[in-house]
């Protein structure tokens, strides 16, 4: 699991390539990637698309309220800085209650260094995550098509 990579293929134009961070949160992604096994990701909208802060999805209802039938996980806050490319682990105002959904940071956003999960970084496609159509929810959400790990 040291080098494994999340590829997003979005209907937005093309892969965005996530490098996992097993090292800094190793139960977060391992939730992601079986998860993204399971197909779990496949068709989610990103139903929370702001600009110059983050693009979240992983909720399969689309509405920002909804998660996996797994149990929620235990918070892993690190010291990851969350700028343009980090991935992390979106939840309710409880520190233990990440699930399913997840954010892409567009910019810095230092100011939710450790009170929200980090697990990996864009390496390639940022443009795509770019191009996600802007909305609380978008008026036609961008969506995962495919999701894989390797």
Request: aromatic fraction near 8%; charged fraction near 20%.
């Amino acid at each position: 699991m040291a080098d494994e990579t999340l590829t997003f293929t979005l209907d937005s134009g093309g892969d965005v390539v996530i490098q996992l961070r097993p090292d800094l949160a190793p139960g977060h992604v391992e939730r992601i990637a079986t998860l993204a096994r399971q197909g779990f990701y496949d068709g989610v909208v990103f139903h929370r698309v702001i600009p110059g802060f983050m693009a979240q999805g992983g909720d399969p209802t689309g509405t920002g309220m909804g998660g996996s039938e797994l149990p929620d996980l235990e918070a892993e806050f690190n010291d990851e800085p969350h700028v343009r490319g980090v991935c992390s682990m979106a939840r309710s105002q409880r520190p233990d209650s990440a699930n399913s959904q997840f954010f892409i940071c567009f910019d810095d956003a230092t100011f939710l260094d450790r009170q929200y999960t980090a697990w990996g970084v864009v390496t390639s496609g940022m443009e795509h995550v770019d191009a996600l159509p802007k909305g609380e929810p978008p008026a036609k959400p961008g969506k995962i098509l495919k999701a894989t790990v390797s």
